[in-house]
């Protein structure tokens, strides 16, 4: 077995450090422009109530739509030694495994992405409270808690650890969607993605639309309303949350063998 093949703890460290040496002043200057554009965001928002009633689940909002979106531009643009040819022959000449680069793009995409992305909100979003508190003195309840969002959360889902885990499976998928695509597209990772997604979507929604008319699904009511054993929404969580997580893994494991290909 060739040494290259075998994952190691070592390797994956070493590109983690010759990654900051070359795009530490990019995240330097990506990291304040997020933080400008959330504050500024923030401010308008507000603004517009006239500072006033700004509460906890305000800023769940606008951090749930960010969180997301966010989420998915900076995993859609993961292995960026593939966006030319130049940098793709570098990087596939790296001394690592594909393993180790999978490895190594999924955590610092998508975990890191996960873990440090509501720390960072805290963050901004308090100081940008204490900021207009400070010119709007009026301006209350400024303050973001990420225990009271939690709380939020839970109530929202009533506590059940299905509709958590299928919360946590549907977020995963927007993520490693983006990741998937990224492992496949040099160019415009991100709207080809987007792309090759919406096109999924209209098709899936056309095809449903043409059997319900079809087969005029509309007047069909078999027993106790029940469709595929299916007969209501405590009935289906558990199966899309199973469902979501095979799609995730099997995105994964398309993303790392599209890797495995390009490096064969």
Not at 47 to 54: A, E, I, L, T
Not at 73 to 87: Q, T, V
Not at 163 to 168: E, L, P, Q, S, V
Request: aromatic share 18%.
């Amino acid at each position: 077995m060739e040494t290259n093949n075998v994952f190691s703890f070592q390797r994956l460290i070493l590109l983690g450090k010759q990654f900051w040496i070359i795009y530490k002043k990019m995240i330097g200057i990506m990291l304040p422009g997020f933080a400008g554009i959330l504050f500024i965001v923030l401010i308008l928002l507000q603004s517009m109530g006239n500072f006033q009633k700004w509460e906890n689940h305000d800023y769940m909002g606008i951090f749930t739509i960010l969180f997301l979106s966010w989420g998915f531009i900076i995993a859609g643009y993961s292995y960026p030694g593939f966006r030319n040819k130049e940098k793709s022959m570098a990087y596939l000449m790296l001394p690592a495994s594909a393993s180790e680069k999978f490895v190594f793009e999924f955590l610092t995409r998508i975990v890191v992405f996960i873990f440090l992305m509501p720390l960072f909100f805290l963050v901004v979003a308090n100081l940008e409270g204490i900021f207009v508190h400070s010119l709007v003195p009026g301006f209350e309840h400024y303050s973001f808690s990420l225990a009271e969002t939690w709380s939020e959360i839970n109530y929202q889902l009533h506590y059940d650890g299905w509709n958590k885990f299928a919360m946590m499976q549907g977020c995963l998928f927007v993520f490693i969607a983006a990741f998937t695509g990224a492992s496949h597209f040099s160019k415009s990772p991100v709207l080809k993605t987007m792309l090759v997604f919406s096109i999924f979507v209209a098709g899936y929604a056309f095809f449903t639309f043409i059997l319900v008319k079809g087969l005029n699904l509309r007047d069909f009511h078999p027993a106790n309303d029940r469709i595929l054993f299916i007969k209501n929404w405590h009935d289906t969580i558990a199966p899309l949350a199973i469902g979501l997580t095979v799609i995730n893994m099997c995105l994964l494991a398309i993303a790392y063998f599209r890797l495995k290909e390009k490096e064969a």
